[in-house]
């Protein structure tokens, strides 16, 4: 097993939550780095024609790094902040490109105008200009993938077998984590 517990992404950015207890490569960082960054690399390149049709102009490559929380709150605190980063990063560019693309805006009258903007004043120029509320956004967009490993039962076998699920979810509030405290453990 991999000890992986749950990954949390958005953009060109992913975490990866290892058990405490995990043993993989004898928890030596730039072995767990390396192979993490390599696996994640091939398998986004594998996978990316069953997400996207545009086809990769040139091979995409991530950086890593290991980072040991020393509690449980540490752990949540930074993945909140990641899902916050996510926020704020996808309500800037839905607004930059909806006055762009519907607002006829060129990209240089664009960032001036958000220069020094709100996440409210951003959602009142969707709104009152545009007409879109940022809420009816995919969640995707809003608040990132969280993959975690849940059972099922297979029904030829009867047996369990884990299977990933992909959430687009809040993970900043206390609900998702207590309704799965494994992950954290």
């Known amino acids: 097993s991999s000890g992986i517990n749950a ?3 958005q953009s060109d950015e992913y975490s990866f939550v290892f058990k ?6 004898s928890r030596r960082a730039s072995k767990i780095i390396s192979t993490v960054c390599s696996m994640f690399t091939g ?3 594998f996978n990316w024609s069953k997400f996207c049709s545009t086809p ?3 091979p995409p490559s991530f950086d890593g ?6 509690t449980e709150r540490d752990l949540r605190n930074y993945l909140s902040w990641r899902q916050a980063d996510c926020h704020i990063n996808n309500l800037y560019n839905t607004c930059f490109w909806t006055l762009v693309q519907q607002g006829g805006l060129t990209t240089q009258q664009a960032e001036k105008r958000l220069n020094g903007s709100f996440s409210a004043d951003k959602n009142e120029i969707l709104f009152s200009e545009f007409g879109l509320n940022y809420n009816d956004e995919p ?4 608040k990132g993938s969280t993959i975690v490993r849940t059972s099922s039962v297979d029904e030829e076998t009867q047996r369990k077998k884990k299977v990933l699920e992909v959430l687009h979810c809040d993970i900043i509030g206390d609900a998702f984590w ?3 405290p494994e992950l954290i453990v």
Not at 139 to 142: E, G, L, P, Q, T
């Open 56 to 58: 990769l102009k040139s």
């Open 7 to 9: 990954e949390y992404g």
């Open 139 to 142: 969640a995707v967009y809003r």
């Open 43 to 45: 398998h986004y390149v």
């Open 178 to 180: 207590e309704e799965r």
């Open 65 to 70: 790094r290991v980072i040991l929380y020393p």
């Open 20 to 25: 405490r207890t995990s043993t993989l490569y």
